[in-house]
């Protein structure tokens, strides 16, 4: 059965329950988490993030629907070779 809201952690220990659907970088401010952006039209990758261990592009892709009680967590991906 689809659920009409997602729950997701954020980075900054917050809950939120978010519609599918829904923008990743609104959803993210509403909680008081800043997703870093640059190009907004997906071909940056400043602002990808980690659901559940899967990286995506939070300024073109949204919230997804989930069919059972799983919860989205939210991670910032770290690049290894960034802090180098
Ligand atoms: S801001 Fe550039 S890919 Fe999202």
Redesign the pocket.
Same mark, same amino acid.
């Given at each position: 059965m689809k659920r009409d809201f997602v729950e997701i952690e954020w980075p900054n220990g917050e809950h939120s329950f978010v519609a599918p659907g829904s923008n990743w970088l609104g959803s993210a401010l509403e909680v008081g988490v800043e997703i870093p952006? +640059?190009?907004? +039209? +997906?071909? !940056? +990758? %400043? !602002?990808?993030i980690e659901v559940n261990g899967e990286v995506l592009? %939070? !300024?073109?892709d949204n919230v997804p629907s989930l069919d059972n009680s799983k919860l989205l967590k939210v991670d910032f991906v770290t690049d290894p070779y960034w802090d180098q």
């Open positions: 952006t +640059g190009c907004l +039209g +997906g071909s !940056c +990758g %400043a !602002c990808e592009r %939070a !300024c073109i």
